[in-house]
Structures are given as structure tokens and as C-alpha cells.
């Protein structure tokens, strides 16, 4: 027979598994993503099992690469502190550091495929503005 504590942990437990299912089937942003697929090989470079960004990258357009909670570009590296899933649109929330500020940013990305998102800028100074990126295979 269960007492009220086991009953507790026992729903707790189930709470907490249906959340870990629930968050295995968020969209994987991991890897890297460059502003056109033509761009990868001039944004991106390979060593070993590590990615990092060309030496003039910036050149042949944007691009992050992100890992888990890390998201970086060839200036800023942001850590996701809050990730909200709602259909197509993931918004997060992220403290980032470049090397001369620190600051919180809010970040609004439209799923288009697997492979591609559209950046959303809610503010209303860039209206209108959007940035697709398209993850690159390396």
C-alpha cells in the first residue's frame, strides 16, 4: 500500500519522465548554421570533431554554431537560460558576452524545416526583419 510520501514521489517521477520525453522531441538546433548552404565552407571549419568559424568568415556571411545550451557566433557566445517550444516558433531567452558587454537577449527562431530557421527580430525598430539560416553538414 502507498503512503502519501511514495504516492508523491511516485507522480513526481512521472511528472519529471513526461517532461525529459516531452523536451527529447524539441527541435535539435545543434550544430552549425550559416546564413546559405553555398556559405558553409567558407563560414565553417572542421578540426577533428570540432567546429569553429574560418578566418574571415564574416566575409561570406553570418552564421552560430550552437551546442546544447551554448550558441556562439565569430563575436558573441550566448548561454540559453529559458527555451519555450510553441509550434513552429522556439523563443529563448540567453545571457550573452562579447568582448566588450555582457547583456540579456531575447531570441525568436521560426522552424522552417529540419534543416532551416528564420531569426525573428520582435522589436519593432526592425520590423519586417528576419534571417534564415540553414544548419550545414560537416
Do not use: H, Y
Amino acid at each position: 500500500m502507498f503512503n502519501v510520501n511514495r504516492s508523491t514521489g511516485l507522480c513526481a517521477l512521472l511528472f519529471c519522465s513526461g517532461l525529459l520525453t516531452s523536451q527529447a522531441e524539441a527541435f535539435d538546433l545543434n550544430g552549425a548554421w550559416a546564413t546559405g548552404t553555398d556559405q558553409c565552407k567558407q563560414v565553417f571549419v572542421k578540426k577533428g570533431d570540432k567546429i569553429s568559424f574560418a578566418q574571415f568568415s564574416e566575409e561570406f556571411g553570418g552564421g552560430f554554431i550552437a551546442d546544447g545550451n551554448d550558441v556562439r557566433s565569430k563575436t558573441v557566445r550566448c548561454t540559453i537560460m529559458s527555451r519555450k517550444e510553441t509550434g513552429n516558433t522556439i523563443d529563448f531567452r540567453a545571457a550573452c558576452a562579447s568582448e566588450i558587454m555582457a547583456t540579456s537577449v531575447n531570441l525568436r527562431l521560426t522552424i522552417l524545416d529540419p534543416d532551416s530557421v528564420s531569426r525573428i527580430f520582435p522589436d519593432p525598430a526592425f520590423a519586417g526583419m528576419e534571417l534564415t539560416f540553414n544548419r550545414c553538414s560537416m
